[in-house]
Structure formats: structure tokens, C-alpha cells
């Protein structure tokens, strides 16, 4: 997993590096090789290798997924959305440049990733329109455009664990469905529903997890600002409390492993992964 996380880091560099010099690109690098968890192109690759494929062709795919992600933490981190000064431990984009450069560094890395997916020219044109389509519906107004959108509503609905779940089924497992079903688009068709299934929990698991850490932790440890709570934002802590909000991600994770039961792939690669989003502290 850590060669695989290396040539992730170098791709994501080879692509930013493209951009033509100035301050677009200073922020672009910035935010794109800040670190980070890297959970998406590595789940991508982990279901590839999970089916005896070498990532190393696709590197580039998952790569436009990582870049999806990285705007929408720029987006997100404006003074309009959820108004957060750290990421990664970090001055916000907006607070390390300005408000319309981080805008428009948003613009760039999300127009940007769809230039890098179009531009796979060895996947044959009905995968690669498949791989499109799987990754606009998924960061659009369908994903998580739809879920900060749902997230930021004044509507005066209250609170309710539907509600919540709908929300973060668009604003954070849209995103992570997305490279599983786009790996198994490129290896197995049958099994993209199986997969489509697994990033809805193993998404909701994570989104959790986030919420008991905005409770637990500490901007030192999580490198974020700690938001939530200055936002008065519901969160499945605040509703359910922090006992049925383990419970809750016991549930999901369970669903992912009898998921993954059911596909016929070598399971340790990614049944590693998993272990780590798994003993995530909160």
C-alpha cells in the first residue's frame, strides 16, 4: 500500500505540474500535495488489485478522483460553506492565497480531472465514457454537490437520522463509491452494483467516524478546524450521542464485510485498506 501511495503522490504531482505557471498553480500544488489520506485513489487501486490488477496503468484514473476531492475540500472550506481557516493542519487555501484564487483553484482541479480522465486513450471510448459518467454523477448535482447543497439548506426541516443519512450518502459516499465503481467498471461489470453498495457504507461509516472526531479530537490531532460545532450543524453525535454513533459505524462496516463476502476477488488488498479505515480513532 505504501508503493501504491507513492505512486499516487508522484502522478497527482506529474498532473499539477502541467498547469501553466503563476499563482493558479502555486495554489493547485498547494492544495493538491498537501498530503491527506489519499482514501479514494487508493481504494480505486485496492479493488483493482483485489481482481490480480496492476494499478500502475490507471494511476491517472484514480488520480481525477483524488482531484474531485480536492476541490471540493477547497469549496467546502469557503467562507460561504463551512468557513474553516485549517486543513491538513494548514491555512486553508482561501486564508493561505485569497477567496478568488481558491475559488478558481477549485474550478481548475475539478475541470482539470475530467481533461486527465478523457485523456486515457489506451480504455477503450465505452469505458472510458462509462468512467465519465460514473464520476460526473457522482461529484454533481446527483453527488455531493447535491449533499452540500442539502447540507447548507435553511428550510427549517428539522433534524432527523433520515434526513442526516441522505445528506452524507451524497456529500461523502457518493465520492467514495465513485473509484470502486469505477475500478470494477474496468474488470467486472457484474460486480459495480456490489461495489456501489460497499462505498455507501463503508461512506457512511466514515462520515460518522468524522462526527465523533469533531467531539474527540482536537485540531493538533485531526489538522482541521473543528467546525461543526460553531456552525450549530447536526451530526449523528449530536442526535444519537456518541454510544449509538459507534454502534451505527459498527453496522455499516459489518455491511461492508458481507459485501465484500459475496465478490469473488482476492480480498487482502482490500481488507488492508479497510483495517485502517477501520481503527481510525475518534
Not at 498537501?34 to 484514480?62: N, T
Not at 486543513?87 to 493561505?96: F, I, L, M, S
Not at 450543524?233 to 463476502?261: H, M, N, P
Request: charged content about 30%.
Amino acid at each position: 500500500m505504501q508503493t501504491t501511495r507513492q505512486d499516487i503522490e508522484n502522478t497527482l504531482r506529474e498532473i499539477v505540474d502541467r498547469m501553466p505557471e503563476g499563482t493558479l498553480y502555486e495554489a493547485a500544488k498547494y492544495a493538491l500535495l498537501s498530503g491527506g489520506k489519499r482514501l479514494r485513489p487508493l481504494l480505486f487501486c485496492a479493488v483493482l488489485e483485489s481482481y490480480r490488477i496492476d494499478p500502475k496503468p490507471y494511476l491517472e484514473i484514480a488520480s481525477s478522483v483524488e482531484m474531485i476531492h480536492n476541490y471540493s475540500l477547497i469549496h467546502d472550506d469557503l467562507p460561504a460553506m463551512d468557513d474553516d481557516d485549517l486543513r491538513r493542519g494548514r491555512p486553508t487555501v482561501h486564508r493561505q492565497f485569497d477567496e478568488a484564487t481558491a475559488i478558481l483553484t477549485g474550478d481548475a482541479l475539478l475541470t482539470d480531472a475530467f481533461k486527465v480522465l478523457a485523456s486515457q486513450t489506451h480504455i477503450k471510448p465505452v469505458r472510458l465514457s462509462r468512467l465519465i459518467d460514473i464520476l460526473a454523477t457522482h461529484s454533481g448535482s446527483h453527488g455531493i454537490v447535491h449533499g452540500q447543497s442539502l447540507d447548507l439548506a435553511k428550510d427549517g426541516q428539522p433534524p432527523s437520522i433520515e434526513r442526516l443519512r441522505t445528506i452524507h450518502i451524497h456529500k461523502t459516499a457518493r465520492l467514495l463509491q465513485a473509484p470502486l465503481m469505477m475500478a470494477a467498471t474496468l474488470v467486472n461489470d457484474k460486480d459495480i452494483k456490489t461495489w456501489q453498495s460497499v462505498g455507501e457504507s463503508l461512506g457512511l461509516a466514515f462520515q460518522i467516524q468524522d462526527d465523533l472526531l469533531e467531539i474527540t479530537g482536537a485540531e493538533e490531532t485531526t489538522g482541521k478546524s473543528m467546525s461543526d460545532e460553531r456552525n450549530k450543524k447536526t451530526t449523528y453525535a449530536t442526535l444519537l450521542g456518541i454510544k449509538k454513533s459507534k454502534a451505527l459505524i459498527d453496522e455499516e462496516f459489518a455491511q461492508v464485510d458481507r459485501l465484500l463476502e459475496g465478490l469473488a476477488i482476492d480480498k487482502a488488498p482490500f481488507d488492508s485498506l479497510l483495517k485502517k479505515i477501520k481503527n481510525r480513532h475518534y
